[in-house]
């Protein structure tokens, strides 16, 4: 079975802290990693891509470890904003298809 | 603009009925997919294609059903069939090259009245 594993949250945190979450998935396969952001009642939109070496895009790192099978994002200086359910998603290639698996999300709330 | 746009945004459906909620993408993508999000939990997927005239079953494809005549349109049927249709429906579209990203549009809310 091909899942994606998240911390459930939810995060409560205040202004100005680090947070981070972790995702864990089980298929060896995966090819593609990503981490899409979702506010209430909306549809998921990409933040990031997650590549081997790991990346970065202003106050978000993302970093990945294929041998532990492992994705994290880090958000440092949390602003109000940030508040959303972040939604680790993997893609794995297999018989000539290309499935996005979505984990269930985990929900920040950055308090003032 | 491109993009993949969701109708209608609310829907309401008596029991017993079928609906079909609509996706459109002007994208040019290859694959689509359908997903369904139920209050607090995660994306599940339905149905998914990744050509005309082709879709697979997802995990929970029971009570719903697809076609993919169209590149551009992936519409979604819900069937009286599926006993708890009430949820968020979410389409994407995407290339099928390796490190490209979904695209959603914004939603249907289904509603059972």
């Known amino acids: 079975r091909k899942e994606v594993e998240q911390d459930p949250g939810p995060f409560n945190v205040p202004e100005g802290a680090t947070v981070a979450f972790n995702c864990t998935y089980s298929?060896?396969?995966?090819?593609?990693f990503f981490w899409y952001r979702q506010d209430c009642r909306k549809e998921p939109k990409l933040l990031m891509s997650?590549?081997?070496s790991g990346n970065e895009d202003g106050r978000f790192t993302a970093q990945l470890n294929r041998a532990s099978q492992y994705i994290s994002l880090l958000i440092r200086d949390s602003k109000l904003s940030d508040s959303a359910t972040y939604l680790c998603?993997?893609?794995?290639?297999?018989?000539?298809?290309?499935?996005?698996?979505f984990g269930k999300g985990t929900k920040l709330s950055v308090i003032p | 603009d491109g993009g993949i746009t969701q109708s209608p945004k609310y829907l309401f459906r008596k029991e017993g009925q079928n609906v079909t909620l609509s996706c459109e993408q002007n994208?040019?993508?290859?694959?689509m997919y359908w997903y369904r999000q139920d209050p607090g939990q995660g994306l599940r997927l339905i149905y998914y294609?990744?050509?005309?005239?082709?879709?697979q079953k997802g995990d929970i494809a029971e009570g719903y059903s697809v076609s993919r005549e169209k590149k551009e349109s992936f519409p979604l049927t819900v069937t009286s069939a599926q006993k708890n249709p009430t949820a968020f429906y979410l389409c994407?579209?995407?290339?099928?090259?390796?490190?490209?990203?979904?695209?959603f549009g914004q939603g249907t809310r289904l509603t059972v009245v």
């Open positions: 994407a579209s995407s290339t099928p090259s390796r490190n490209t990203e979904a695209f």
């Open positions: 294609s990744q050509i005309v005239n082709d879709f």
């Open positions: 998603v993997v893609r794995y290639s297999g018989a000539g298809s290309y499935q996005l698996t």
């Open positions: 994208l040019n993508h290859d694959a």
């Open positions: 997650v590549y081997s």
């Open positions: 298929n060896s396969a995966s090819q593609s």
